[in-house]
């Protein structure tokens, strides 16, 4: 999904979502190969060497480490945050410390559960992704903006879904995203107002610029298209 | 006066089966005849709030919303934005005269306040 966002091609002079280096960084991130510092198995880690100094206050991390087959600067590395635990060493120093298979299993799962900041970055840019895919591919959003500007026009999402040939909650759903967008107004007395009632190829490259600045607020990057497809 | 929770909300990417589940587990009943078309809910009673139903795009999530009044929507934007609020819907009349506004909280959770005419 996040792959295909990040490859879409949204055609000359329309803004394209999301960086590679976003994408790169994302999935890298979703494929997570070794035990990221503060997860659950690195907390058991800490508690087990933690528990076993004070039974043995001169117990060392060197001892530990040899007790783990592993070296001790390694150790401490992992102990400072400063290296991850691949996930094969997870199963190893789960055996070794006595974990049964199913707290060795619930480890490893985590270690494939997005991190929460990741997680939470990829839903801003899916989220980012719908609008601009709905404002580039649903004209109801040009034909609201259209009808508002025109003579005879009626505030009432029924007579505009009847004027457009859509259904009410059609046009609900793109009236949302217009002000949203904050593509069109609704002022005091009801009036509607938009600045962009402009043909409608004018209307989806300013509408997705706007996008591409309410996605930038939220720390999202997009970019327009270079070399031969843009303009 | 306080700012009590006037409404809660309903976003869904079914609207018609929403309602149609909600009425029948509930007895609520459902009207969208006004110039909106919002789906007024009716709970059938005069304790707690009555709420309704908006349609949301496909892809995505379906949550509900609550509504506060407020007496000045905008300085209520205003405040809540300093304390980390993001405005999300900007101050929108409504057709009854009435005004709300969307904001997500420090949280990212969805909120409304209105100011009924």
């Given at each position: 999904m996040m792959s295909a966002s990040c490859r879409t091609d949204w055609g000359m002079a329309l803004p394209r979502y999301g960086s590679l280096r976003d994408c790169h960084r994302l999935n890298s991130a979703s494929s997570i190969q070794r035990v990221m510092p503060g997860s659950h198995f690195h907390e058991s880690l800490r508690r087990e060497f933690d528990a076993r100094l004070k039974r043995n206050p001169r117990y060392s991390l060197r001892a530990f480490a040899e007790f783990l087959a592993t070296d001790h600067s390694t150790l401490s590395q992992i102990f400072r945050g400063k290296r991850r635990i691949p996930v094969s060493q997870l199963r190893r120093w789960g055996k070794k410390l006595a974990m049964t298979p199913e707290e060795v299993a619930i480890y490893v799962a985590e270690q494939h559960v997005p991190d929460q900041s990741v997680a939470s970055r990829q839903e801003q840019l899916r989220q980012w992704t719908v609008e601009a895919i709905a404002i580039a591919t649903d004209n109801t959003h040009w034909q609201i903006v259209r009808l508002a500007g025109?003579?005879?026009?009626?505030?009432d999402s029924r007579w505009i879904a009847g004027k457009i040939g859509v259904t009410v909650d059609q046009v609900n759903v793109a009236l949302s995203r217009l002000l949203r967008l904050r593509l069109l107004e609704i002022g005091p007395a009801g009036k509607w107002k938009s600045?962009?009632?402009?043909e409608e190829k004018e209307f989806h490259k300013r509408a997705l610029v706007r996008v591409r600045e309410l996605a930038a607020e939220d720390g999202i990057e997009l970019r327009r298209l270079t070399g031969k497809s843009s303009n | 006066m306080g700012n009590p929770v006037m409404q809660f909300q309903i976003l869904s990417t079914a609207p018609d089966q929403t309602a149609r589940f909600y009425s029948a587990v509930f007895g609520w009943t459902v009207n969208a005849d006004n110039p909106l078309g919002y789906r007024e809910i009716s709970?059938?009673?005069?304790n707690g709030i009555q709420g309704g139903i908006w349609p949301a795009p496909q892809q995505a999530a379906n949550f509900t919303q609550l509504f506060m009044a407020v007496d000045d929507v905008k300085g209520c934007i205003q405040k809540a934005e300093a304390l980390g609020a993001k405005l999300i819907i900007p101050p929108t009349s409504l057709p009854d005269g009435g005004e709300l506004a969307v904001m997500h909280d420090p949280q990212g959770m969805s909120f409304g306040v209105m100011k009924v005419r």
């Open positions: 025109s003579r005879g026009f009626r505030p600045s962009l009632c402009v | 709970t059938g009673s005069a």
